[in-house]
């Protein structure tokens, strides 16, 4: 099969793939955490969907290691012990399962061999503690008052990323009620206690965050009011918080996690379950559920513009017109979900009206940098002569560029929310959970986008200090550290492409060492492959073998900075046609990360999408006869 073929092929894929309403609908998979809390959630509110609970269990023991452990990734060693709590935990209080079955006995000896429940994250705490497993601390490290502090303090409600917020604030809640949920049916887990059961939350009170806390109980005391009518304030305040980001379909920012802890800290403010906004709640959580390998899956979020806009701008790529019914519909989809409201990112960005595009079709108020510059691209051809289109454009371009971060680069969600505060905050992963600093993938694609779809030269000032970040930020080895995705591949394949865009030079010393590094770590069959494992230990970790996204991304990168095929770049092309219809492990693999060692994240589209790209640039570089 040669390029022509392959390209033809996944085009004809993705064509057939579309929805009616000219969406793409592929899977958004987080391994089964969220099944397992769906569950959890179910039970503990006596809700008894037999049908949605016994789906979710059989997923979850499909997913179980020889060990008895649940993994992440292919590689993650012996299992994670997070997932493996969350799933013995799901499983027993499903009712389906009993504790002397072979299969949970294997995941207790597991749980006990690797520290018991105190090794397990926050999150799975969290949710142990409110369903009735353990009791809360007596301190918590960020007090409910701290919503108070006005955005003029140094530390603040909203310097934390949104992110951040979503899941803090009814955990804030629940903390400061020491709400726990508890039904007669609820699985006893003390047998997974390892060492002291006292010993369950360990928040790490550091001399730095000690200072920090000080300073938040100090600032407090500047707030007018007693103590008891500020608590109140407070309590009513993150409420409100909450209820003010519901969207349409129940859910709390479109996020499973935050809608969990929502509804039990809705349930701990006095709301019945029976209360509309539990019901539609649970309903909107449910609308998530999708169907992977004949399993029922819970999608932590969807992934409908993501993959929409990537999808589009491929095909268009791939040589499909902008005028084609597959395209029209396509962008008619995503110029009805271009925001049209104020969110929190106008905290820090007052001055642009709104104009991004969210990462699932339910979202309304929380735009990112990624999608709207992904969702531009695919509409920019169409946009010069359509004029809803055109003004869309120009309103997410405008958009898209106001979130540039002081320091050159581009966050995700929000401008500036990078407070070096939270970095001594004694929350597990805060650097993913709290922050939103400038990113190499956010800062390249959004300079690839500035730098080829609109015209913002490159001695402009965005352009100069765009630039100037990804310069500033390259690893000593020459990669870059790619924040959404796996990870210095992802980080370096967004960098180069660029600085191509933006009129850096091939020679220039960044492009010069990141087309090194890339060319080092190609696998001897012409692909690349790098492990989850990269983001936790902060360094390129190989796979040991080639995975089709990132051998595409590799290639997509180097020759966007070549002028000619090199026999890199001819290998990997070679590798990605020899392998498209490729099904194994590595077709599964994670490529998408939310928080290192503990979410990750496989788009199915991705197989499709990548390649497709990479074949398509070549071809229109350098045509059929160079490969």
């Not at 809700?47 to 290691?65: F, G, H, K, V, Y």
């Not at 696998?523 to 989850?532: F, H, I, P, Q």
Request: one cysteine or more; a neutral charge; glycine letters at 8%.
């Amino acid at each position: 099969m040669n390029i022509t073929q392959s390209i033809d092929n996944l085009v004809t894929r993705l064509k057939h793939d579309q929805t009616e309403q000219g969406s793409w609908e592929y899977p958004f998979e987080t391994g089964i955490t969220t099944d397992a809390y769906m569950i959890i959630l179910l039970r503990s509110l006596e809700i008894d969907d037999e049908q949605l609970i016994e789906e979710l269990a059989e997923r979850i023991m499909s997913r179980q290691e020889q060990n008895g452990a649940w993994k992440l990734f292919h590689d993650e060693l012996d299992g994670n012990i997070s997932a493996t709590i969350d799933s013995y935990y799901a499983l027993l209080y499903s009712r389906y399962y009993q504790k002397n079955d072979a299969r949970l006995r294997a995941a207790r000896r597991f749980i006990l061999n690797n520290g018991g429940m105190e090794k397990a994250n926050m999150f799975t705490k969290m949710m142990l503690t409110l369903t009735g497993q353990q009791r809360w601390p007596a301190f918590f490290p960020l007090p409910i008052e701290f919503i108070l502090l006005p955005s003029s303090f140094p530390i603040n409600f909203y310097s934390l990323s949104v992110y951040g917020r979503s899941n803090i604030a009814p955990i804030m809640i629940l903390a400061d009620k020491r709400f726990r949920l508890k039904t007669k049916n609820r699985p006893d887990l003390r047998e997974l206690y390892g060492n002291r059961e006292d010993a369950f939350f360990s928040w790490s009170r550091s001399n730095e965050w000690q200072q920090v806390f000080s300073a938040i109980k100090n600032s407090l005391t500047y707030l007018a009011g007693l103590p008891a009518q500020l608590h109140s304030m407070a309590v009513s305040q993150t409420k409100q918080y909450i209820l003010g980001r519901i969207e349409e379909d129940g859910t709390f920012y479109s996020y499973f996690s935050s809608t969990f802890f929502m509804i039990y800290a809705m349930i701990s403010l006095g709301h019945s379950k029976n209360d509309p906004i539990i019901q539609n709640a649970i309903n909107g959580l449910k609308s998530m559920r999708t169907a992977i390998k004949g399993t029922t899956h819970m999608q932590y979020t969807t992934a409908s513009i993501w993959n929409t806009s990537l999808i589009s701008h491929a095909l268009q790529e791939a040589g499909v017109s902008s005028h084609d019914p597959i395209i029209a519909k396509a962008n008619n989809f995503l110029l009805k979900k271009q925001h049209r409201k104020y969110g929190d990112w106008a905290v820090h960005n007052p001055q642009s009206l709104p104009g991004g595009w969210g990462f699932s079709n339910i979202n309304t108020i929380n735009p990112d940098v990624d999608d709207s510059t992904a969702t531009l691209r695919a509409i920019t051809a169409e946009a010069t002569d359509h004029s809803p289109l055109l003004y869309a454009w120009d309103k997410g371009t405008n958009w898209v560029t106001s979130m540039q971060n002081d320091d050159g680069g581009w966050p995700a969600f929000e401008k500036n929310t990078d407070s070096r505060f939270f970095s001594f905050l004694p929350i597990e992963k805060g650097e993913f959970i709290l922050t939103d600093p400038s990113s190499a993938d956010l800062t390249g694609r959004t300079l690839e986008y500035l730098g080829k779809y609109t015209n913002m030269g490159k001695t402009l000032a965005p352009m100069k200090d765009g630039i100037r970040w990804l310069v500033s930020n390259q690893e000593s080895n020459g990669s870059w550290y790619g924040r959404w995705g796996i990870c210095y591949i992802y980080g370096t394949w967004a960098a180069l492409t660029g600085l191509a865009a933006a009129g850096v030079s091939p020679k220039h010393k960044a492009i010069e060492k990141g087309k090194s590094w890339l060319k080092k770590i190609q696998n001897a069959d012409g692909g690349w492959g790098e492990s989850c494992k990269s983001d936790s230990n902060m360094i390129y970790t190989p796979l040991g073998t080639s995975t089709l996204t990132h051998t595409a991304w590799a290639a997509d990168a180097l020759l966007s900075i070549s002028d000619h095929p090199t026999l890199e770049i001819k290998k990997a092309i070679s590798f990605l046609i020899q392998n498209l219809d490729q099904d194994d492990w590595t077709t599964d693999y994670p490529h998408g990360q939310g928080m290192a060692g503990e979410l990750y994240i496989h788009y199915h589209s991705y197989r499709y999408i990548f390649p497709l790209l990479a074949l398509a640039h070549y071809k229109n570089k350098w045509g059929e006869g160079n490969s």
